[in-house]
């Protein structure tokens, strides 16, 4: 009789962090994102990785061009869920607008972040600006 155990691990990657204040900042925390879903115990779907870089890209932009041009990405991982976290230091909040159809204005991004989430919320910072926070499924 064998008496190997065999057990399923649910492990989960340490919350990964990224500042950036660059054009160059965008696409290491694309990169990172896409690192972290590598890293996931189940392995999500090639959907779920594109999402988090998705949004993971669209958040960055917008704290880089709507911010003072940093920010701070955080990432963390639930049983049900993937938590993307973009700080920046701008007191504005993220608003759903009419997309500009001539491409040079923009107003897509939000909406698209709300689409693609679970749930989203965007929080004052003690320290001046805000948190953007976006859950997707897992």
Same mark, same amino acid.
């Given at each position: &009789?064998? !008496? %190997?155990? @065999? %057990?399923? !691990?649910?492990?989960?990657?340490?919350?990964?962090?990224?500042?950036?204040?660059?054009? #160059?900042? @965008? !696409?290491?925390?694309?990169?990172?994102?896409?690192?972290?879903?590598?890293?996931?115990?189940?392995?999500?779907?090639?959907?779920?990785?594109?999402? $988090?870089?998705? =949004? =993971? !890209? /669209?958040?960055? %932009?917008? #704290? $880089?061009?709507?911010? *003072?041009?940093?920010?701070?990405?955080?990432?963390?991982?639930?049983? *049900?869920? @993937? /938590?993307? #976290?973009? *700080?920046?230091?701008?007191?504005?909040?993220?608003? &759903?607008?009419?997309?500009? $159809?001539?491409?040079?204005?923009?107003?897509?991004?939000?909406? &698209?972040?709300?689409? $693609?989430?679970?749930?989203?919320?965007?929080?004052?910072?003690? #320290?001046?600006?805000?948190?953007?926070?976006?859950?997707?499924?897992?």
């Amino acid at each position: &009789m064998n !008496s %190997t155990k @065999i %057990t399923v !691990s649910q492990a989960t990657p340490v919350a990964t962090t990224v500042r950036g204040d660059s054009a #160059a900042s @965008i !696409s290491r925390a694309r990169q990172v994102a896409q690192a972290f879903t590598g890293r996931l115990v189940p392995a999500p779907c090639p959907d779920v990785a594109d999402t $988090l870089v998705l =949004v =993971v !890209s /669209e958040l960055v %932009t917008n #704290a $880089l061009r709507h911010g *003072d041009g940093t920010f701070t990405l955080r990432l963390n991982t639930h049983p *049900d869920a @993937i /938590e993307v #976290a973009v *700080d920046d230091t701008s007191p504005r909040w993220p608003r &759903m607008r009419t997309p500009d $159809l001539t491409g040079s204005g923009g107003g897509f991004g939000w909406p &698209m972040v709300n689409r $693609l989430a679970r749930t989203t919320a965007v929080t004052r910072r003690a #320290a001046g600006g805000k948190t953007v926070t976006a859950f997707l499924p897992r």
